[in-house]
Structure formats: C-alpha cells, structure tokens
C-alpha cells in the first residue's frame, strides 16, 4: 500500500514563495506519474502539475505555468513543488498524488493514491 506524506504548506504573502514536499513510500513508483492537485473551499479539486517518475516529463495546467515547479528525487522518494510568484487564488489545500501508468493531465478519478492535503494560504 502505497503512501504520500505532504509537508511545506503555510501562509505567505501575494507574490511570495512556497515549497512543498511529498515522501512517497510502500511501493516502487517507477511506472507511476505523480502529480499536484488542489482544492479551494466551495470548488472542485483540479489538477495543478504532474512528472512521469521514469523519464521526468512534466505537463502544467495553464493557470500555474511559469510560476511552479514540479520535481523529483529519486534517491529519496520525494517529489517537489516550488511555487512561485504566488496569488491569492492559489489558496487551497495541495493534495499530493500517484497514478499507475503515464498520464499528462489528470482528472480528479485518475490517481491512485492520494496524500492527507496540506494548507497554502496566500493573501493580498
């Protein structure tokens, strides 16, 4: 049984920076694509950015592109997400993922496992 274990939510203020962390574990994650979703109170949760374990190939929702960064360490089973450039509409609870198989974007149905979410509050 796999598990992911999220870290480096916070506060920060508009246009600041955040990095969060996500330890992966009980499995080999070779074949799998991990990914970032996120949800904000009263929406759906939507996919933010994800990263092929094997090969590193990324793919990023248009709303986060060119102010996060996903990647992955594979000696220690971490993948990570620096944000940067940060706004108050990425305020959410940041969900880390693991989806069988190689995916670019994801739906909400796609991962397999998910972590517990950690909380980013931006504000203005």
């Known amino acids: 049984q796999a598990q992911l274990v999220e870290s480096g939510g916070g506060l920060v203020q508009a246009w600041g920076s955040l990095r969060l962390s996500c330890t992966a574990s009980?499995?080999?994650?070779?074949?799998?694509?991990m990914g970032w979703f996120r949800q904000a109170p009263g929406k759906e949760r939507e996919f933010v950015v994800s990263?092929?374990?094997?090969?590193?190939?990324?793919y990023y929702a248009d709303s986060v592109k060119g102010r996060f960064t996903i990647s992955r360490d594979n000696a220690k089973n971490t993948v990570s997400l620096q944000m940067n450039s940060l706004k108050p509409e990425d305020t959410a609870v940041y969900y880390c993922?693991?989806?069988?198989?190689?995916?670019?974007?994801?739906?909400?149905?796609?991962?397999?496992?998910w972590g517990q979410g950690t909380q980013v509050t931006v504000s203005s």
């Open positions: 993922t693991a989806a069988r198989g190689y995916y670019s974007s994801m739906s909400a149905d796609t991962p397999d496992y």
């Open positions: 009980g499995c080999t994650f070779s074949s799998y694509t």
């Open positions: 990263i092929r374990w094997s090969d590193g190939v990324t």
